[in-house]
């Protein structure tokens, strides 16, 4: 079967147009129930007692007088925890090598970063537990401590964990073709080092869970902020030794995620062990300092990289060796290696070379564990390629746009596998950097700057292609042993009034799912998407998923939806053909109403259907299927994943006097396959561009020698907000992925994957009078007027 999505004039054609979020209206009156506005009776909450020490042994703790104060119920140490809650080991076989220690929900014996969880203090209120927090007396011992990246694997340094041997936790080297050969035959070989600051995902709702304990029914309830509520059912089931029928999770609405809530985090499993042995409810919601000490941190890189190209500016070679440090544990299950992984996977993307060598080295420290965040190793990759790129450009007077319409595989190329093996279905780098190019006028462009130079003023003009891996099958964590699912599913049913439900393992995080499953519903059956109902995030009700992480809501749970709202439509048309006698295939479904093929002549209105279904079956013929509802479940097959791609650019101003950068536009060209509502996917994109360029500007979570974040505070972490940003321009170049009915692939990482490299080429290009460059993010003020000269060491 196949849809002519292309076709507006096709009935019910509602997927590609803009349709209003379905969730807007009770949102923006108030009416969302986040985890800290739901209460339950004898509900308690708790406190963390959180570590000061970097890295430190545990002497003695003294909780007498902590839990003396009012209201305070009960006081957990690791010691207590334990044997009511398994530690756990965040390794997958896949990644050959790959080590970490075993964590526990409460730290035994040592802490090892600034904000480990030590202590749990429960009472009647926040405010009680957290009081008493301050009286629970810890001794503890300092012990040496590991911060930088580079000297974590020297001889001399101490080893964070004595059992693993050292402090290396995964390392993994990919090479193809002769890259020495490449490099010795060389017009040109450009070296540089790229360096990229810790940052953190800063949600507007902090984590939190609220675990409730049913000792009659032997059931675990946990309502949790989470992007993976299967994912949480599994972990915590296998941690507190309870079937995974007793544990159900449920999501409700979630004010951002940006996978900081597709982890599990000690503080969070400790909360529903502790509501488990006390046989209360207990509430844990993070307040906003502690969440910058205990919320993953990403982005720690340390990048040295070569390319070589010929005289006409081909791409001969790639040479990458990147460093990353990922705290003191791998973070539990989806592991911290990932990101050094897509580091190796991705780099040179976009570009049709034979030789590639790249490395990572993951390395342990004593600061905030780091793992996977919005657009997982993309930002890292496409900086230090397209920097390599500009930079090979300006070494051969080249345009930039020139040399990479030069290298790019070819829109008409495709399948093709890259130098690090990575497989791509459909591509259009080509069509996305003409449509980006003639979108910003690009000569005009070049024209302005070259006007603003000759007055004083230094602009620049930055490029950057990119592809974004979306749609992960189970090569991404199945093959590995976690217990992550690629494949989603929907249940979508029909009830007595005509109007649809549709229940989905997808969940709804802020960027719109909602929105899309009604669309892709409503076209499947044939209603309109108002007269569509969305359930997600509750693993007692909706279908195994795997829920929203790498880009997969539409393409994986947009399909199944799809599927199913399909095979719902059958199952009407069939009854329907029984009612009206009449052939089924002669008949369809319009806007709630069962309609003539040929024609579209009203027919009877699937309330009349709902009606005679549910009441007076007895009216239909003998052995009539009349099952209204449908349960599709879909995965992709045929490759690992689905890679879209695109294209951006920045346009900028630098103060030479101050190093302040202004952002005076913004272009994405984006390819996500097929677009079901524009709208939020232009939301999406731009969305994504504020965070990349808010780990390209503002934000980094700095770390003295000892350990210990130095601003951890809203005070001093800088975000970027609405008076920095750029009017963003976005358009599209569609190629639907062929695994699919519906052809979506992804777009809800592209513009943070993009960003921090064309704003950083665009910083580069405007400095070039000075002879500087800066390949350090975040681009503050003052490393721009380092790298210009006007400040010294």
């Not at 890292?380 to 080249?398: P, R």
């Not at 462009?445 to 130079?453: K, N, V």
């Amino acid at each position: 079967m196949s849809i002519d999505f292309g076709n507006p004039d096709r009935p019910n054609s509602y997927i590609g147009r803009t349709v209003p979020r379905p969730n807007a209206p009770r949102l923006v009156q108030g009416r969302g129930r986040y985890v800290d506005d739901l209460s339950l009776p004898r509900m308690l909450h708790v406190a963390f007692v959180r570590s000061p020490w970097g890295h430190a042994k545990i002497t003695a703790i003294d909780t007498a007088e902590a839990l003396a104060c009012e209201g305070v119920r009960a006081i957990f140490t690791g010691a207590d925890l334990a044997p009511h809650c398994t530690p756990w080991v965040a390794v997958l076989a896949h990644l050959k090598g790959l080590k970490s220690a075993p964590q526990h929900a409460l730290a035994i014996g040592r802490t090892c970063w600034v904000g480990e969880p030590v202590a749990a203090v429960v009472a009647d209120s926040r405010a009680e537990a957290e009081a008493a927090t301050a009286l629970v007396n810890i001794d503890y011992e300092e012990l040496p401590v590991v911060t930088e990246i580079r000297t974590a694997l020297d001889a001399e340094t101490p080893v964070i964990h004595p059992e693993l041997g050292d402090n290396l936790a995964f390392r993994r080297e990919h090479v193809q073709g002769d890259v020495e050969a490449a490099f010795a035959s060389a017009h040109k070989v450009i070296s540089a080092s790229f360096k990229t600051g810790r940052h953190t995902g800063v949600t507007l709702e902090p984590r939190g869970c609220l675990a409730d304990w049913n000792a009659a029914e032997g059931q675990l309830t946990v309502w949790q902020g989470t992007q993976a509520p299967h994912m949480i059912q599994t972990v915590l089931a296998t941690h507190l030794g309870l079937p995974e029928s007793k544990v159900r999770v449920i999501c409700n609405d979630v004010g951002g995620s940006f996978g900081i809530k597709v982890h599990v985090y000690p503080d969070e499993v400790a909360t529903a062990a502790i509501a488990k042995v006390m046989g209360r409810p207990v509430k844990f919601i993070a307040d906003r300092l502690e969440s910058f000490v205990s919320d993953i941190h990403a982005r720690d890189h340390e990048i040295d990289g070569r390319i070589a190209v010929d005289e006409t500016g081909k791409i001969l070679a790639f040479d990458i060796d990147d460093w990353t440090g990922i705290g003191p544990y791998s973070v539990y299950p989806r592991t911290s290696a990932i990101e050094g992984n897509q580091v190796v996977n991705l780099c040179g993307g976009p570009y049709d070379f034979a030789n590639y060598r790249a490395r990572t080295s993951v390395v342990l420290q004593n600061k905030a564990p780091t793992c996977q965040y919005r657009a997982v190793g993309h930002p890292i990759a496409t900086a230090v390629t397209e920097g390599l790129v500009d930079l090979a450009a300006e070494a051969l007077n080249m345009d930039p746009a020139e040399i990479r319409r030069r290298n790019f595989f070819a829109d008409d190329a495709y399948p093709v596998t890259s130098p690090a093996n990575m497989r791509f279905e459909g591509l259009s780098h080509q069509a996305t950097m003409d449509k980006l190019l003639e979108m910003m006028d690009y000569e005009a462009l070049r024209r302005d700057q070259a006007e603003a130079r000759e007055k004083g003023i230094w602009r620049g003009i930055g490029l950057a292609s990119f592809i974004e891996l979306t749609n992960p099958s189970p090569f991404m964590y199945g093959i590995g042993g976690a217990r992550i699912s690629a494949q989603d599913g929907a249940t979508v049913r029909m009830d007595p009034d005509g109007s649809v439900v549709v229940l989905s393992g997808v969940t709804e995080q802020g960027q719109g799912t909602e929105a899309m499953l009604s669309q892709v519903v409503a076209e499947g059956v044939g209603v309109r998407p108002d007269q569509v109902r969305v359930i997600t995030g509750d693993t007692q009700v909706t279908p195994y998923g795997g829920g929203t992480w790498a880009s997969r809501g539409a393409g994986i749970g947009g399909e199944a939806a799809l599927q199913a709202a399909i095979a719902l439509k059958g199952a009407i048309l069939e009854v329907a053909g029984a009612m009206l006698q009449c052939a089924p295939e002669s008949l369809s479904v319009h806007e709630g109403q069962i309609v003539d093929r040929e024609g579209g002549a009203v027919r009877m209105p699937l309330s009349e259907l709902g009606r005679v279904v549910y009441f007076r079956g007895d009216t239909l013929p003998k052995g009539l299927p009349r099952e209204l509802v449908q349960t599709r479940h879909f995965i992709t097959m045929d490759y690992p994943f689905a890679f879209t791609n695109g294209a951006q650019a920045s346009y900028v101003e630098v103060d030479r006097d101050t190093g302040f950068v202004k952002l005076l536009k913004h272009w994405c060209v984006e390819d996500c396959g097929r677009v079901i509502n524009p709208q939020l996917v232009d939301e999406q994109i731009r969305g994504g561009i504020v965070q990349g360029l808010g780990g390209a500007l503002f934000e980094e979570c700095l770390y003295d020698d000892y350990g210990q974040l130095l601003n951890g505070s809203m005070a001093d972490y800088l975000v970027p907000m609405a008076v920095e940003m750029p009017d963003m321009q976005i358009a599209h170049v569609e190629t639907p992925t062929a695994e699919s009915l519906l052809g979506a692939k992804g777009a809800g990482e592209a513009g943070t994957a993009g960003a921090p490299a064309a704003v950083m080429n665009a910083i580069n290009d405007a400095i070039r009078p000075s002879g500087g460059r800066i390949l350090q993010m975040p681009m503050t003020p003052e490393r721009i007027l380092r790298a210009m000269g006007v400040l010294s060491d």
